[in-house]
């Protein structure tokens, strides 16, 4: 069991309806990352928050946005919705204390579903 | 431009035998290499890591092989065992200009372990 759990399982949205979804780190991790997998994709990551700061951004646009909280939960935001934002929405979390990745701890994923 | 590529979607092997999964990069500043499995409706989970200061790295039936010239990486399951089915996705990871880390990763290499 990783520890880290996400929320919801599934949503069904409309365009240009606007998302939140959660994600609770494993114990003891500080550092949360997103990640963003289409069908038949590996996953994309989407941005990193180190200690509640944004500490690494992929290619995605800015209506996608996120927060990391004192107990190192996080929320990802995504603004007006596209049919293309359609994808499994992974949460990991890991303990970063020094050089070189520590592995990641991905949760079970959101389904989200763009009509 | 995918930097980190398995040419490979799926694979089929007999358990029992060895299942070799590869993945090849492009960037030279990738100094991390991580193998997740994910099986369906859950998130990926973390398998085995190398350094690039290493060659090769073993845990159990796993290991994983690198080749810095080659800038190539293989996964070997040996015996391969049916409850392996999963797929098993490639992710590499460097410091960027900013001094922070992030994974990409491959597409995946769906992999059958037949009975």
């Known amino acids: 069991e990783t520890g880290v759990t996400q929320s919801p399982t599934h949503l069904i949205k409309t365009r240009g309806q606007q998302v939140t979804l959660r994600c609770s780190s494993q114990s003891g991790h500080n550092t949360v990352s997103w990640y963003q997998q289409a069908l038949g994709q590996g996953p994309q990551f989407i941005f990193q928050y180190y200690r509640e700061e944004e500490n690494g951004r992929g290619n995605f646009p800015p209506r ?10 996080s929320e990802l935001n995504v603004n007006a919705l596209e049919l293309d934002d359609s994808a499994l929405y992974l949460c990991a979390s890991s303990f970063y204390g020094g050089p070189g990745p520590i592995a990641q701890y991905f949760g ?3 389904r989200l579903t763009v009509l | 431009d995918q930097q980190v590529k398995q040419n490979s979607p799926s694979l089929s092997v007999q358990e029992g035998r060895i299942s070799i999964l590869n993945c090849d990069y492009t960037n030279s500043m990738f100094d991390y290499f991580l193998w997740y499995k994910k099986y369906p ?9 190398i350094s690039s200061i290493k060659d090769k790295n073993e845990d159990g039936r796993f290991t994983v092989f690198l080749n810095k010239s080659a800038k190539h990486l293989s996964l070997h399951i ?9 797929v098993y996705f490639c992710a590499a990871s460097g410091l960027n200009a900013g ?4 994974l990409i990763w491959g597409l995946g290499t769906s992999l059958a372990v037949n009975p």
Request: net charge neutral; no cysteine.
């Open chain 2, 41 to 49: 409706a859950e998130g990926p989970t973390f398998l085995i890591s």
């Open chain 1, 64 to 73: 996608f946005s996120g927060l990391q909280f004192p107990n190192y939960s």
């Open chain 2, 99 to 102: 001094n922070n880390r992030k």
């Open chain 1, 108 to 110: 079970p994923g959101t």
């Open chain 2, 78 to 86: 040996v015996p391969s065992q049916p409850g392996d089915s999963a």
